[in-house]
């Protein structure tokens, strides 16, 4: 889906305004652990803690995915 690409690419405006726009939708399709999981992957700190500080659990996949593509700082 398009927010979660805007989530992977680091593309945060693009990411809160597609979210939005589509929440009603996308809450039913596990989003908030895919975006978690889009956003770890591609080493986006700043929507990890958008995404944090909504009370979005982390996942310990979420924190294997940035750990295997090089993302440590995550």
């Given at each position: 889906?398009?927010?979660?690409?805007?989530?992977?690419?680091?593309?945060?405006?693009?990411?809160?305004?597609?979210?939005?726009?589509?929440?009603?939708?996308?809450?039913?399709?596990?989003?908030?652990?895919?975006?978690?999981?889009?956003?770890?992957?591609g080493?986006?700190?700043?929507?990890?803690?958008?995404?944090?500080?909504?009370?979005?659990?982390?996942?310990?996949?979420?924190?294997?995915?940035?750990?295997?593509?090089g993302?440590?700082?995550?």
């Amino acid at each position: 889906s398009l927010p979660l690409a805007a989530a992977y690419g680091g593309h945060f405006e693009l990411f809160q305004y597609l979210a939005a726009a589509n929440y009603d939708k996308l809450k039913f399709l596990n989003f908030p652990d895919r975006a978690t999981l889009a956003a770890a992957a591609g080493g986006n700190i700043e929507i990890m803690k958008h995404l944090l500080s909504h009370h979005l659990p982390l996942s310990e996949r979420a924190t294997v995915m940035a750990a295997s593509n090089g993302h440590l700082p995550m």
